[in-house]
């Protein structure tokens, strides 16, 4: 049997072939998924991701928010379209890094059911505070809520909230609520009103939050600290193994064909090397990362893991 990576170097010595093949994608307008609600920094790249890949074949590519089940619906729904390269799904790390971890029974299996076949960029969240409370340090707010054991809260609304949330609570050996939000909306309003204390806020979302001064970053949860607030601390600088960035890119169910997966993949690494596009990808703080189908693939298998890891040394049970 021929496994992924034998297919790739069989889809690649025979360029010829797969070239005419791929030749006839797309032959009609395509549908991106997107799993998550419109408005939020899922659905603004694959619209602007679309928007160049449309320009670039001269087929339509149509966006279609399917929210629900924290990505759940949506994945659901592209799964249950055929494997002709004609339905893609927004990827990200919620779908196929979190979800296999936080759910019992998702629905989909993310190894076995898609490929994550081209990938945007990275980006990572921030520790967050109201811009009027006493803490200006990661340190500060710690020591306050080892002061006061039971005391202080988080809030959080998805995986990239919960999940560094529950990290610091472990490896600090922490004593705090954790509350739940439906929406991160909700989330800012009882983090200004002074309910909850602190939150993680992807890059993303936060980034306007930040911008308004009501609000005051202390750390990042990526691997290094940001260019744009480059006095910030990583939250690995505190604590070895903290780190739970994230990525936004194109999933297609594994059923595809190769050849036509490897040109789904050219036109997303083309659409991302764009320079307008780059720019307004750093512009919404994710840094526009362009990867081959192998290099994609490989990537998505190892964020997989590690989230496994993550997800264990935070303690979040499967629900």
């Known amino acids: ?43 603004i790249c694959a619209r602007l991701v679309g928007r160049q890949m449309q320009a670039a074949t001269g087929q339509g590519f149509v966006v279609e928010n399917i929210a629900g089940g924290n990505g759940v619906v949506g994945t659901l729904a592209v799964l249950q379209a055929p494997a002709d390269a004609h339905t893609l799904l927004l990827g990200a790390t919620t779908t196929f890094s979190v979800n296999p971890y936080l759910m019992r029974n998702p629905g989909y299996d993310a190894d076995r059911d898609f490929a994550l076949v081209g990938v945007f960029g990275t980006t990572s969240s921030y520790l967050m505070v109201a811009a009027d409370s006493p803490w200006r340090t990661v340190e500060e707010l710690i020591a ?8 202080l809260n988080s809030g959080w609304f998805n995986g990239s909230s919960r999940i560094p949330a529950a990290l610091l609570k472990q490896v600090a050996r922490l004593d705090f609520e954790e509350v739940s939000y439906k929406i991160v909306g909700n989330a800012i309003t009882d983090l200004q009103a002074g309910q909850i204390q602190f939150v993680y806020i992807d890059m993303v979302a936060a980034d306007a939050h930040l911008a308004s001064g009501r609000f005051r970053a202390l750390a990042v949860t990526g691997p290094a600290r940001s260019p744009r607030y480059p006095d910030l601390p990583a939250m690995r600088e505190l604590f070895e193994g903290f780190e739970t960035d994230g990525y936004l890119g194109m999933g297609i169910r594994s059923a595809t064909p190769i050849p036509l997966q490897v040109e789904v993949n050219r ?5 991302v090397q764009d320079p307008e596009v780059s720019r307004r990808l750093r512009e919404m703080s994710l840094e526009p990362v362009a990867m081959d189908l192998e290099s994609a693939s490989v990537y998505g298998r190892s964020e997989r893991a590690k989230y496994g890891r993550i997800m264990r040394l935070a303690r979040i049970e499967p629900e």
């Not at 306050?144 to 005391?151: E, M, S, V, W």
């Not at 036109?267 to 659409?271: G, R």
């Open 144 to 151: 306050a809520i080892r002061a006061q054991p039971g005391k």
């Open 267 to 271: 036109q997303i690494v083309a659409a």
């Open 1 to 43: 049997m021929i496994g992924r990576r034998g297919a790739l170097a069989l889809a690649g010595a025979g360029l010829a072939a797969g070239r005419a093949r791929a030749a006839v994608w797309p032959l009609r307008p395509v549908r991106i998924v997107v799993p998550f609600a419109a408005g939020g920094s899922s659905d």
